[in-house]
């Protein structure tokens, strides 16, 4: 049976976002897009049960670009686990809402604070903040909650596996009671429920995959063998396998024994972890994107 893939125009966007969208390459929404746009559009809380790589950043970004058009002063935050993260959505909010005059600023740690202070001066549409540093910003008064209308919460099972639950509390406690709000999670435990039941006004959900589900088109494969073995099967495998591959390993100084031994064998490789500052990781994240190597190393 043919299907009839779906436009961003059948989701009651404006037609200035559609020619951002045209212009930025995108022209098919993804399930998670499709199922929560029209949810947000309508001024609804949303729990959205998406993966990662499922397209879920435009799932948020497009509803608030379009709802700030023309609005000064800071309406939105987004609070994202890591700074990678939040760094790939600042990127995605100015692809889109450039054009349309909206823009956000990067609110993350490992960056001078009095930079971000100036950029803060400059009243972005939307602060895109991981948790630790937006209360530094709230402590030194430089960001003021009061007018804020939309909250996103992405990844929020990440984030309290990272330990920002304290911190996530303290934001909400703050933010007007009247807001919109939008949390993105790719599991539901218990804390990630109750904060929901506790913060979130009669939310809809949309569920694109089941709860703890990869992304479609992983394969899972587990090889039990011993330590001493470890080092041969990771090279037999890397070298059955052509496309672009992420390893993780569980500590610093298993990447960095990983990422020289790969490098000796002849695989284009490079490698990330707590030692490498952030702009080396961004510049690498970056380059792995870019195909400029084919295996990235990184601690988990």
Same mark, same amino acid.
């Given at each position: 049976?043919?299907?009839?893939?779906?436009?961003?125009?059948?989701?009651?966007?404006?037609?200035?976002?559609?020619?951002?969208?045209?212009?930025?390459?995108?022209?098919?929404?993804?399930?998670?897009?499709?199922?929560?746009?029209?949810?947000?559009?309508?001024?609804?809380?949303?729990?959205?049960?998406?993966?990662?790589?499922?397209?879920?950043?435009?799932?948020?970004?497009?509803?608030?670009? =379009? #709802?700030?058009?023309?609005?000064?002063?800071?309406?939105? !935050?987004?609070?994202?686990?890591?700074?990678? +993260?939040?760094? @790939? /959505?600042?990127?995605?909010? =100015? #692809?889109?809402?450039?054009?349309?005059?909206?823009?956000? !600023?990067?609110?993350?740690?490992?960056?001078? +604070?009095?930079? @971000? /202070?100036?950029?803060?001066?400059?009243?972005?549409?939307?602060?895109?903040?991981?948790?630790?540093?937006?209360?530094?910003?709230?402590?030194?008064?430089?960001?003021?909650?009061?007018?804020?209308?939309?909250?996103?919460?992405?990844?929020?099972?990440?984030?309290?596996?990272?330990?920002?639950?304290?911190?996530?509390?303290?934001?909400?406690?703050?933010?007007?009671?009247?807001?919109?709000?939008?949390?993105?999670?790719?599991?539901?435990?218990?804390?990630?429920?109750?904060?929901?039941?506790?913060?979130?006004?009669?939310?809809?959900?949309?569920?694109?995959?089941?709860?703890?589900?990869?992304?479609?088109?992983?394969?899972?494969?587990?090889?039990?063998?011993?330590?001493?073995?470890?080092?041969?099967?990771?090279?037999?495998?890397?070298?059955?396998?052509?496309?672009?591959?992420?390893?993780?390993?569980?500590?610093?100084?298993?990447?960095?024994?990983?990422?020289?031994?790969?490098?000796?064998?002849?695989?284009?490789?490079?490698?990330?972890?707590?030692?490498?500052?952030?702009?080396?990781?961004?510049?690498?994240?970056?380059?792995?994107?870019?195909?400029?190597?084919?295996?990235?190393?990184?601690?988990?």
């Amino acid at each position: 049976m043919e299907t009839t893939q779906r436009h961003f125009k059948d989701l009651g966007l404006s037609e200035a976002i559609l020619q951002s969208l045209e212009k930025a390459g995108y022209h098919h929404p993804t399930p998670i897009q499709e199922a929560a746009i029209p949810v947000a559009m309508a001024d609804n809380d949303l729990i959205g049960i998406a993966q990662t790589g499922t397209g879920k950043t435009l799932a948020f970004v497009l509803p608030l670009v =379009e #709802k700030l058009q023309g609005i000064e002063g800071t309406r939105a !935050v987004i609070l994202c686990p890591t700074r990678e +993260i939040a760094l @790939q /959505t600042h990127a995605a909010i =100015e #692809k889109v809402g450039t054009p349309l005059k909206v823009h956000s !600023v990067a609110i993350i740690g490992g960056k001078p +604070i009095r930079s @971000q /202070t100036a950029a803060l001066q400059k009243h972005p549409s939307i602060l895109v903040a991981t948790p630790g540093r937006l209360c530094d910003h709230m402590e030194r008064r430089n960001v003021h909650m009061g007018n804020i209308s939309f909250l996103v919460m992405d990844e929020a099972d990440h984030m309290l596996d990272l330990g920002f639950l304290p911190q996530i509390r303290r934001i909400l406690r703050v933010l007007p009671k009247d807001r919109q709000t939008l949390m993105f999670s790719a599991t539901m435990p218990s804390e990630i429920t109750r904060l929901a039941e506790q913060y979130l006004n009669n939310p809809q959900r949309v569920e694109i995959a089941r709860p703890g589900t990869a992304a479609e088109g992983i394969e899972h494969a587990l090889y039990v063998m011993e330590p001493q073995h470890k080092r041969e099967a990771i090279l037999k495998l890397l070298k059955a396998e052509a496309d672009s591959t992420l390893v993780f390993t569980r500590t610093r100084l298993d990447a960095e024994w990983l990422s020289r031994l790969l490098a000796k064998e002849g695989h284009s490789v490079e490698a990330i972890h707590s030692d490498r500052s952030q702009s080396e990781r961004i510049a690498v994240l970056q380059g792995f994107k870019d195909g400029k190597f084919q295996i990235l190393v990184a601690t988990d």
